[in-house]
């Protein structure tokens, strides 16, 4: 609320965000909320965008008018691409989501060079979190050939790009590649419907402070598992994409994701696992979670996903 309360009182026509997905989430609600008028923590609430039982969202109320964003990523979040923010209630730890289709950042700036001062392994876990965009757009209920088509090259940058950064930080091309998996990988934003990866990613980032990147690497696996039975065609062509055919998609992930010195457990982390049944009672109304196409109706099956990702 301080910074919409600033871009309000300065009557910003404009504002330049330069980081990661959290910074550049960040600004698009706080554009959205001195757009409309939105001065505390009630009328921010009241601006969430409420999911029906399928995971379709609602629009949030109003929209930003007069106040351009530009965008210059850091990381592989994919958030600049996003017509969705996420902003999380600290005191009851629950992720609320904004939606609406003027919430995107009008310009966005890929510049490889400057993320060569981000973090490796925070470069690293946003591009499995990039990944995860990619791999849910293609197991999403609303997949079609368009948004496939560029998920499954979006997959090929980025298992090209991570692996040589890996090998080499510096490596300028190496880092474009990444960022050119990342726009292709958000060509599903907006267009289809994650699922349990995202939504359950959400809760634990909220509840346990894990970085929604390192959320990506410890879940993505077990959800493929969880969903492996509604959609064997799919997960086949997901593990081909990183070059297995002789193991299932959610052990091709994880190879790949441990391959890149990457947690891929949730006991890998410092999370209570007492916190897992808030993570899955919290979890449960996420409209991505909603939108999982092996449907999820119970506690019970989100505590299943957490305790194989554990």
Request: hydrophobic share 45%.
């Amino acid at each position: 609320m301080d910074l919409s309360a600033e871009i309000r009182d300065k009557h910003a026509d404009a504002v330049v965000v330069i980081g990661g997905g959290s910074a550049i989430d960040a600004v698009k609600i706080a554009t959205l909320a001195a757009s409309v008028g939105v001065k505390d923590q009630s009328g921010l609430l009241a601006m969430r965008a409420i999911p029906d039982a399928t995971g379709v969202q609602q629009p949030s109320p109003g929209e930003r008018a007069g106040i351009a964003i530009i965008a210059v990523p850091t990381t592989l979040s994919g958030a600049e691409f996003g017509l969705i923010g996420g902003a999380t209630q600290t005191n009851v730890g629950i992720k609320h989501l904004y939606r609406s289709d003027t919430l995107a950042p009008d310009i966005v700036i890929f510049d490889p060079v400057l993320s060569i001062e981000t973090p490796i392994d925070l470069w690293l876990t946003t591009g499995i979190r990039s990944i995860d965009h990619a791999v849910e757009t293609i197991l999403s209920r609303d997949a079609n050939p368009f948004t496939n088509a560029l998920a499954f090259d979006a997959l090929a940058l980025l298992r090209q790009g991570l692996c040589a950064t890996k090998q080499n930080p510096a490596n300028v091309p190496a880092r474009h590649k990444g960022q050119l998996g990342n726009w292709l990988a958000a060509a599903g934003i907006g267009r289809v419907r994650y699922g349990a990866s995202h939504g359950i990613g959400h809760q634990l980032g909220a509840v346990a402070g894990v970085p929604h990147g390192v959320t990506s690497c410890v879940l993505l696996p077990a959800v493929l598992a969880y969903n492996a039975a509604v959609t064997p065609g799919r997960q086949k062509a997901i593990a081909s994409a990183f070059g297995r055919t002789d193991v299932s998609a959610a052990e091709a992930v994880r190879d790949f994701i441990s391959s890149l010195g990457l947690p891929v457990r949730i006991s890998e982390l410092q999370v209570d696992r007492r916190d897992l049944i808030r993570i899955a009672e919290t979890s449960i109304d996420n409209a991505f979670v909603r939108a999982n196409l092996r449907p999820i109706t119970t506690v019970e099956d989100v505590q299943e996903i957490l305790e194989t990702a554990w």
